[in-house]
């Protein structure tokens, strides 16, 4: 079956919905506040927010479809010859209040230059503030059970990307434990079928709720302290870094002129660079340091 | 007199000094640390910060002297033929503690390839978290004071410079009252010999310490309240989007390879980005978001 552009599209704005829906109960407290918007060059989106929750202190899945003429700087970075673009897609970050609930971040996303000319892409990475190797386990192999129904190579391949992608390089470590990352799946590469591969898309998709909601089930309650906080701040500080200087989403956003809060939502509501910190000494603000610098390194 | 590179590296040495001994009397507290680095590829440099004094929550007063082959990326991006290059400047940010006291940039620097082949470059720009007119054209005036003694054109050509460079773009906002911006000064762009050149620059890297103590004291006691520490948390979230996104220094010192912290000691030691945020009609915090969307935007 041939998925046209719209249903696509109708299909991530229910999945907007759902994730916000499984975050609501899950947090007791926050909602979700929408704004509708439109883009001036074609299109527009739905932002939804949630703010002072119980366990998110802010949070946004933000739904966009939006068409239109691509800048040339855009252009030339896809490396495209037409112009004319449809994108559709989910982007959520979720800051939670307690230090040991990880941030996490989702994408997904549906590109589309022409009815032979498309793509889908997408990924979600996990940063716990404390890194827990039997979380991060744990998340791997969730990626892992979606990415193995569909290709066998899908797993090593895009946690390969993930570590590329999510990697900090000028601070020589990795945003978070990494996660799964693609780009630019289409016919051409996959030898599969764009009804499969948008299945796959989904897939992913609809393994963020649970995945998450577990997670902060685990840890909403977790005790912590003033160094722990300070921690979440220093951590919230690399994010912002990633997300300014090196987010291709950000980036094209920016470029495309953007809803600026839109894409902006995924900064922290609170963090900052402090010069002189220091962490005890074999304590777990060191543990998790180290893993960042070593375990997702790219290779 | 042809001054040498090494003349000018140990003139930006001595007034790196001469500012950060200003302004610790100033503060009365707070004292800077200074750290020594080397860089890699050449060169190095002194790193003096000031963290929690009375007036100055975050400060840094920077000096580099590198050299060393410049990557392809640099090298397009400056249209220059060699790849041997030589830096060194004096690098400015203060963050104070009292959002009526304003955060302050400057730099100063000089960029050599070879004997044929040199510039001088920098600015200064004063970020109010409330902007005061009165001070705004104070500084002006300070700052065309110093360019009129050597050129009747500089101050009109580089406060224009400063509202196209210290434009935000993305939030259709200036960084602040804007300032003074100029590079790649030599003597075919001047019709100036280097000494006079230098001449001009040592002037605005001297005005500085006079032009911010007496910002300093003219509002350290001033009272503030809650809101108004709140409005400086996200005047402040704009100054990393800047210094992030925008800033050629601190793009330069990530593709070079710089030290890290050195580079990013401009950000500020406690931000975040609220998404709803809402502030009293009428009040100081919607005039001066005025002022930054109509005065110094770009013609």
């Known amino acids: 079956m041939a998925y046209t552009r719209d249903e696509i599209a109708d299909w991530f704005r229910g999945l907007q919905l759902e994730i916000s829906a499984a975050i609501e109960a899950e947090d007791g407290k926050g909602r979700f506040e929408e704004e509708t918007w439109e883009r001036p060059g074609g299109g527009g989106g739905h932002t939804r927010v949630i703010e002072r929750g119980a366990v998110i202190e802010k949070g946004g899945v933000n739904f966009s479809a939006v068409h239109g003429t691509l800048p040339d700087k855009i252009k030339s970075a896809l490396k495209v010859d037409s112009d004319a673009f449809f ?6 970050v979720m800051h939670p209040e307690n230090p040991h609930v990880p ?9 589309e230059m022409n009815d032979e000319v498309w793509w889908f892409g997408g ?7 404390y890194v827990v190797e039997e979380d991060a386990n744990w998340f791997h192999n969730e990626l892992k059970a979606v990415c193995d129904q ?5 797993y090593p391949r895009f946690a390969k ?22 780009d630019r799946l289409n016919t051409q590469t996959e030898g599969k079928g764009k009804a499969e591969l948008f299945a796959f898309v989904q897939d992913v998709g609809k393994r963020f709720a649970p995945i998450y909601t577990t997670l902060m089930r685990k840890y909403k309650d977790a005790v912590y302290n003033e160094q722990q906080k300070a921690w979440q701040m220093h951590r919230r500080s690399r994010y912002v870094e990633f997300n300014l200087v090196l987010d291709k989403g ?6 495309t002129d953007g809803r600026i809060d839109s894409i902006l939502m995924s900064l922290p509501p609170e963090t900052g660079w402090k010069y002189t910190q220091s962490w005890p000494e074999g304590g777990e603000e060191e543990r998790t340091q180290h893993y960042l610098r070593t375990v997702h390194v790219p290779k």
């Open 150 to 154: 569909y290709d066998s190579q899908y």
């Open 103 to 111: 941030i996490i971040h989702m994408n997904v996303r549906y590109f």
């Open 161 to 182: 990307w993930a570590d590329e992608y999510f990697y900090i390089k000028h601070r020589q470590e990795s945003r978070g434990v990494s996660g799964i990352f693609f």
């Open 87 to 92: 994108a559709t897609g989910v982007s959520i």
């Open 123 to 129: 990924g979600i990475d996990l940063t716990p503030h």
């Open 250 to 255: 950000t980036k094209f956003g920016l470029d």
